[in-house]
């Protein structure tokens, strides 16, 4: 019995002493902190971390497409390590360890695994593909690696980012109509442990919105002799015009695209009432994209105005005009200024006799000038035409 106390008594010796000896060779690693990416190109990464507190402390980067499977990229002997010979737009786990060795045998430190990422691929593509008055939609082709995108509003020799996106197309919003602008697109990554990288490059394209409402749309010039009419209103930012005439029952009688803010008509519809109205287009692809219609412009011409005199009075007689709700008669003793109103008359009538000019009566040896209005009911209200008849008369 006191044998065998005495040899256990020596295997538990020996076993404590083993005890000893594996806990003063297997000391546990510490942990490297502050590792980080601090730099990025489309085939390298560099980062950085914080020293361990020991004297002759040698490192090595180790980095893999996983983070349970990392290999020896380079020995380091400071605090930051460059790794190259990587992938465009690729995403990459490292870790940083120290040794107490220059053969970098003996582990006395280790990193926490981050993710790293090398930066993206140029957008390309950039093209809008939609707009409205304030809005203007584009898309452009997905970069491989990117979990985002920024959209940059360059002007004044500046790109101030507007809006970003998760998706390979974009909304910009607030906008006003007629507006031209250039936009760009960025591509961009953030890794798990918060770096960001993105494209080289910013790609864009020149953009609008859909045009304003055109104004002021009139007959610029009448030759009632050749029977022509010029058309013209104020240009908004477009790519052209579409330009509508109809009569007074809304039957189209001109429906034309113009690339300028005027149109030659040629012949000019006499006797009867039109309406024009002009909306300006953009062109996305083969769509054409339309701003509102302007207010309309209402005109008429006749057949013929004849005008006599006799014994100091100036008959006037004119066809009746298709659409017209009246008529009203002036009357100068000058060409270009001077008109006095003489009456309107009904949408029935289709003459007057003139017996005084303003509040005198018609002299002898004197040539008057004659206008005649065209009048069409909008509404509740009448508006005048554009152009007028005229005529003059010598009275004897």
């Not at 057949?303 to 002036?330: D, E, F, L, P, Q």
Request: charged share 15%.
């Amino acid at each position: 019995m006191k044998k065998t106390c005495k040899v256990l008594m020596m295997v538990f010796a020996v076993a404590f002493g083993v005890l000893l000896l594996t806990g003063t060779s297997s000391k546990a690693a510490a942990t490297i902190t502050g590792l980080q990416q601090t730099k990025a190109s489309s085939t390298s990464v560099t980062v950085q971390w914080q020293a361990v507190m020991e004297n002759s402390v040698y490192y090595s980067t180790h980095i893999g497409t996983s983070a349970n499977n990392l290999t020896r990229q380079d020995n380091q002997y400071g605090t930051t390590g460059y790794i190259s010979g990587l992938t465009e737009g690729g995403t990459y786990y490292v870790q940083v360890r120290a040794y107490s060795d220059y053969a970098r045998n003996t582990v006395i430190a280790i990193s926490p695994v981050i993710q790293v990422a090398t930066t993206l691929a140029d957008v390309s593509g950039v093209t809008q593909t939609s707009a409205t008055g304030n809005t203007i939609t584009m898309k452009w082709n997905p970069v491989t690696g990117a979990t985002s995108y920024y959209i940059y509003r360059y002007a004044n020799s500046t790109y101030t980012q507007i809006g970003s996106s998760k998706t390979a197309s974009y909304m910009v919003t607030g906008l006003s109509p007629s507006l031209q602008a250039s936009f760009y697109v960025v591509a961009v990554k953030t890794t798990t442990s918060g770096f960001t990288v993105s494209s080289d490059y910013y790609r864009g394209a020149s953009m609008r919105t859909t045009p304003a409402k055109p104004a002021n749309v009139a007959i610029t010039s009448w030759y009632d002799n050749i029977n022509v009419a010029y058309l013209g209103w104020n240009g908004v930012s477009c790519n052209g015009y579409q330009v509508q005439i109809q009569n007074s029952k809304g039957k189209t009688l001109l429906n034309q695209d113009v690339s300028y803010n005027s149109l030659r008509v040629s012949p000019f519809w006499k006797g009867v009432f039109t309406k024009t109205r002009v909306r300006g287009y953009i062109t996305i692809g083969n769509k054409k994209l339309y701003g509102p219609w302007s207010d309309y412009s209402y005109n008429a011409s006749n057949k013929s105005i004849k005008i006599s005199s006799k014994s100091r009075k100036i008959k006037v007689k004119w066809k009746k005009i298709t659409g017209a709700a009246g008529y009203t008669i002036y009357i100068s003793n000058k060409s270009d200024s001077g008109f006095k109103k003489v009456k309107t008359l009904g949408k029935k009538k289709t003459s007057i006799t003139i017996k005084k000019c303003g509040k005198k009566k018609l002299k002898k040896r004197k040539t008057y000038y004659v206008r005649v209005k065209y009048l069409t009911k909008v509404g509740k209200k009448k508006v005048a035409s554009g152009v007028m008849g005229q005529g003059s008369i010598y009275v004897y």
